[in-house]
C-alpha cells in the first residue's frame, strides 16, 4: 500500500513538471509568434517605403533611420557632437581689441525627441550671451552687456540625395527582423515571467536597421541640405557707467550709474549644403529688434579716477587712488529707442589631405544706434570681417573646437566722430561642421 502511494505522488508530481514545461513552451511560443508578427509588419512596411517613388527618386533608407540621421547631422553642424542630447546646445567665445563676446546655449528641447518615427523639426532652448570690455580678460566690473531668453528653431527642409545607380540592399529589413527575433527568443529562454512590451521590440529593431543601413549606405549620399529658421525672443540689459558733460563736477565724484534694459527679438534664417567631396557651405542672414542709446555701440571709455572735494569748498581736490572706465556724454539727450539690426554670414569648408578641412568665415554687421546729441536720428556701425577657421578633431575624428583668427574692419554711416578702424582677433567655438 505504501509502495502504491510513493509511486501515485511521484507520477502526480512527473505530471506536474511536464505540464508546467509543457505551458511554459506554449507560452514562449505565442511570445515569440507575437514578436514575429510585430516584426514582419514592421520589415514589410520599410521594405515598401524604400520601394516606392513619391518625388523624384524612391528613399535611400527607412523613415526611421533617416529621421534620425537629419537629427544627428543637425546637432552635428551646430554642436560638433552628433550626440541626439546636444541637439541645439552650443557655446562660442570671441575677442578683439574693443570687446569680449560670448554665446551659450545650455539648455534645450527636441519635439518627438525620443520618437525615432516622427519626424524632427522643431528644437526649443534657452539662450544666454553677453558682451564685456576688453580691460581685462572676463573683467565684469566695467561695461557689461547680457542678453538671455528663449528660441525656436525650425527644420523647413531636409534634402539628402544618394546616387540611383548604387545597388540597394532590401534584404536590410528581413535580416535585422530575424536577428532581433532570435534575441527575443534567448531571453524568453533564459528568463521567466517576461512580458510583451511591442514598443521595446520595435526599437530594437529600428535601431538593427538604422545600424545597417549607416554602414551599408555611408558612401552612397552625393549631397545634404538643411534649410531652418530660428526666432529668439528675451531679456537684455546694458549696464555702463556715465560722467554728465553737463555737470562733470557733480558726476565726476560719483559717476552715474546706467542700465539700458528691455525685451528684444532676433529672427534668422539658415542656409547649409554639404557634398560627398567635403566641400560645405553656410549661410546666414538675421534681423534683431532691441533698445539702443547713443552709446550702444561704443566701446572705448575715459579712465577715471575718483575725486572728493574739501569741505565747504570746490578748489581742493582730494585724488583716490580707486580708478575706473567711464563714457562721457551729454544725459540730457542721451535717448533710449528701440533700432533694428542686419547681420550676414557666411562660412564654407574645403577638404585638405586626410580628410582635413580649413574654413573661410565672411560677416557683415550694421548696428544701429541713436545719433549722439539727437533724440530720433539713427547712426549705424559697419562691421566686416574675415577669417580663417581650423577645426581640431579628437582621436576619433570628431571636430572639437574650431579656432579662428579674423582680420576685422569697422566703418559708421551717419556718425562723423566714428572713427574707422581695423585690427586682427580670435574666436573660440563650433559654429559648423561638416557632414561628410
Not at 321 to 337: A, G, M
Request: net charge positive; proline share 3%; glycine share 6%.
Amino acid at each position: 500500500m505504501k509502495t502504491k502511494i510513493v509511486l501515485l505522488f511521484l507520477l502526480g508530481w512527473v505530471g506536474m513538471f511536464f505540464g508546467q514545461d509543457s505551458i511554459k513552451t506554449r507560452k514562449v511560443d505565442k511570445i515569440v509568434n507575437e514578436i514575429d508578427r510585430i516584426l514582419s509588419i514592421l520589415a514589410l512596411k520599410d521594405c515598401e517605403y524604400v520601394t516606392i517613388a513619391r518625388r523624384g527618386d524612391p528613399p535611400l533608407v527607412s523613415a526611421y533611420t533617416f529621421t534620425q540621421m537629419v537629427k544627428k547631422d543637425f546637432a552635428t553642424l551646430v554642436t560638433g557632437s552628433p550626440d541626439n542630447n546636444q541637439v541645439g546646445k552650443y557655446a562660442a567665445l570671441s575677442i578683439d581689441k574693443t570687446e569680449q563676446s560670448f554665446s551659450f546655449s545650455p539648455i534645450t528641447y527636441v519635439f518627438n525627441g525620443d520618437d525615432g518615427t516622427k519626424p524632427f523639426k522643431h528644437v526649443l532652448g534657452i539662450n544666454a550671451s553677453g558682451k564685456l570690455n576688453s580691460d581685462g580678460f572676463f573683467d565684469f566690473s566695467n561695461r557689461k552687456k547680457f542678453r538671455i531668453g528663449g528660441s525656436w528653431t525650425c527644420l523647413w527642409v531636409s534634402s539628402y540625395n544618394y546616387s540611383p545607380d548604387n545597388t540597394k540592399y532590401i534584404t536590410i529589413y528581413e535580416e535585422s527582423k530575424d536577428i532581433i527575433k532570435l534575441a527575443v527568443e534567448k531571453k524568453i529562454k533564459k528568463y521567466t515571467g517576461l512580458k510583451i512590451d511591442t514598443a521595446d521590440y520595435k526599437e530594437l529593431y529600428h535601431q538593427e536597421v538604422e545600424k545597417s543601413e549607416n554602414e551599408v549606405y555611408k558612401s552612397y549620399w552625393t549631397s545634404k541640405l538643411l534649410v531652418w529658421t530660428k526666432l529668439d525672443i528675451g531679456y537684455a540689459e546694458d549696464r555702463l557707467k556715465i560722467i554728465d558733460s553737463a555737470f562733470v563736477k557733480s558726476s565726476v565724484i560719483d559717476p552715474i550709474k546706467e542700465n539700458i534694459n528691455g525685451g528684444y527679438g532676433s529672427f534668422s534664417i539658415n542656409f547649409f549644403r554639404g557634398l560627398q567631396n567635403g566641400f560645405s557651405f553656410y549661410f546666414n542672414t538675421q534681423i534683431s529688434y532691441l533698445k539702443k542709446t547713443s552709446l550702444s555701440e561704443a566701446f572705448s571709455t575715459a579712465e577715471w579716477n575718483k575725486i572728493q572735494y574739501a569741505a565747504n569748498t570746490d578748489h581742493t581736490i582730494y585724488y583716490n587712488l580707486e580708478k575706473d572706465n567711464v563714457y562721457i556724454t551729454n544725459l540730457s539727450t542721451f535717448e533710449k529707442r528701440y533700432k533694428i539690426d542686419l547681420s550676414f554670414q557666411l562660412l564654407s569648408f574645403f577638404p585638405l589631405w586626410q580628410k582635413n578641412l580649413i574654413g573661410l568665415d565672411l560677416s557683415y554687421q550694421r548696428n544701429a544706434f541713436v545719433t549722439p546729441g539727437t533724440k530720433t536720428f539713427t547712426s549705424s556701425k559697419n562691421i566686416l570681417s574675415v577669417g580663417i577657421m581650423f577645426p581640431f578633431r579628437d582621436k576619433d575624428g570628431n571636430t572639437t573646437i574650431n579656432i579662428e583668427p579674423f582680420w576685422q574692419t569697422i566703418s559708421y554711416n551717419d556718425y562723423d566722430l566714428g572713427k574707422n578702424e581695423s585690427f586682427l582677433g580670435i574666436k573660440f567655438g563650433v559654429p559648423l561642421n561638416q557632414l561628410f
